[in-house]
């Protein structure tokens, strides 16, 4: 079955737009309430979101479409999305759903739905999931009896600032640190600032005052340069940028130097290494992650996976396998012992711990490797697959025989835009700029020919 609304995180989209608009909401809290329902059980739900200005629209529209359904529903309010997983466990919820378009601008948004293990939805799920919404769902609302309650229960944001407080070692504070954030006006707005003060940091805070269409902009992970001048300006030892949901973390140090995901999973790698505590003989990445990542973690007698581009991917190999860190270059970091899903805050708490124990700085501590030159440029295509012409496959199999093992070459399309993504990385900064360039002059002929 070809999936009409699930991508790879979830369903996305421009609000009021299909398909993200409140009827398909409202249709998807049906249809997932009904494959949820189980017998005289009287099932719950958990509805966390981000800031958007939608979210009001979709939130009432999911609370409806749960409660036909039969399902009672707890409303968290503005929360991280690793917040919901956790409270999905925590309130033995028996399906979690985030409200976000993750790091998108506020015009877009999603919806992330979760298991009663806190892990998000199989592929398989998904699919049923879509079969009912092409169904007669209204067939399967609930009887007059049995329509569900839904209740505000904001108070519960406590639950997963104490979880996060207790990731960090007990043997750690954060006493004498100065630490700058950006939450990016999203979700993590109330909880990372009180977490940090409460663990005995001096917290300056940013991004901090959302109103619904500023989530993201010009803040945040993807804009870190208000953050980088914020370092400078109150002197900081750190700044932690998180996203509009708080499942990803960049750091800056104290130089005002961006740490990116790489370099943080190597630090925490390296750390729960040294203690005895990573699992797996490595981490998990994905094929976007620097070739200066995999050269250190083979240097330190450790291994790195790699996986297709997108967080879920991750923490599927990590299950199946057995490791416990994981993540992404773009700063999604899984740590399975803490959580089911990307978690920027309790990552950052991790480094935090790396640099507290070793009293040395943070650009010291988080200068685990020197990156490869990498390149990555997008080709816009209008139709066919580019990727099984003829003259496309002999010119990436002519690159990756001039890389060899002095870089990589990953070639691939995009899951969310008519795009062929060329990246290249290796030790040559010009081969690498020449070999991306003349790929996408192959692609693009093709394209225009086409």
Known sequence: MTRRYFGTDGIRGRSNTFPMTP???MRVGIAVGTLFRRGSHRNRVVIGKDTRLSGYMLENALVAGFTAAGLDVFLLG?????AVAMLTRSLRA??????SASHNPFADNGIKLFGPDGYKLSDELETQIEALLGDDIYSQLARPEDIGRAKRVDGDIYRYIEFVKRTLPRDVTLSGLRIAIDCANGAAYKVAPTALWELGAEVITIGNTPNGTNINL??????PQALQAKVHEVRADIGIALDGDADRVIIVDEKGQIVDGDQLMAVIAETWADDGTLKGGGLVATVMSNLGLERFLTDKGLGLARTKVGDRYVVEHMRQHGFNVGGEQSG??????????GDGLVAALQVLSA???SGKTVSEICSRFEPVPQLLRNVRFSGGKPLEDNAVKQAIADA???LSKRGRLVIRPSGTEPLIRVMAEGDDRNQIERIVSDLCGVISNVKTAA
Request: with cysteine.
């Open 23 to 25: 009827d398909l909401a």
């Open 78 to 82: 503005p929360i991280p999305t690793p």
């Open 94 to 99: 028996d399906i979690g759903v985030m409200i």
């Open 332 to 341: 999604h970091i899984v740590l399975s012992d803490f959580g089911t899903t």
């Open 218 to 223: 010009d803040c945040g992970s993807t804009s």
């Open 400 to 402: 990756e025989a001039e």
């Open 355 to 357: 640099v507290k124990r």
